[in-house]
Each structure stands twice: as C-alpha cells, then as structure tokens.
C-alpha cells in the first residue's frame, strides 16, 4: 500500500509559476515510476512529467523547456515535485500525482490549477 498526500495548485496568471508536491509513504522501496498527469475539462488524462527509480525522465512535448519533474527521498518518504514555469492558459487542469508499482498504480486526490490569461 502506498499513501500519497498532494500539496500545491491554485490560481495563476499566464506566464507565472507554481510548484506540486506529492508525498508517498508505505511501500515506497517497491515504487518504480512517480510522476503527474493533468486532465482538462472533457479532454482525457495525459501524462505530463514522470521520473523512474533510475532516474529517467519524460516530458510531454507541451511542457518540455518549463516543467521540471523531481523527486527526494526522506526517512519513509519520497516526494515528487512539478515545478510550473511560464504556466500558459491551456494549462488549466487537474493535475493528478501518479506512482507505479510492479503490481499496483496509485492515484492522487488531484490539485486543480487554473492559469489566467
């Protein structure tokens, strides 16, 4: 079992910046891939960034050059953070902490960001 707590979002005007949090705790030594997927009012849930065990990373062409995806380790904890620069109006959405094990994928509650223009 993992517990994920996500921290962040909110109101932004067009070309400013926001940071998310997600804290997993429980079985985080079997955790493979932590990353965010966003989801638009009627569009589908995409893959914004994500971050393997090893390191690897993946951007959506949308974000790549002003999202940066990383991840900490503390104690029981560990953390992936979405840095959001020059956030744009198309943006907008709700923004989802998402982590993979071999045998389980966990969502978050969701953190809605909304980009002014």
């Known amino acids: 079992q993992v517990q994920l707590v996500e921290s962040g979002g909110g109101l932004v005007q067009a070309g400013g910046s926001l940071r998310l949090s997600c804290a997993a705790s429980g079985s985080i030594r079997n955790i493979n891939v932590m990353g965010w997927y966003r989801q638009a009012p009627g569009q589908q849930r995409e893959l914004v960034a994500h971050i393997t065990t090893g390191g690897t990373i993946n951007y959506a062409d949308s974000v790549k050059g002003r999202f940066t995806v990383s991840r900490d380790n503390v104690q029981n904890t560990v953390t992936v953070y979405l840095q959001m620069n020059s956030l744009k109006p198309e943006d907008t959405a709700v923004y989802y902490c998402?982590?993979?094990?071999?045998?389980?994928?966990?969502w978050g509650q969701g953190t809605q960001v909304t980009v002014s223009s």
């Open positions: 998402n982590v993979q094990l071999i045998w389980a994928t966990y």
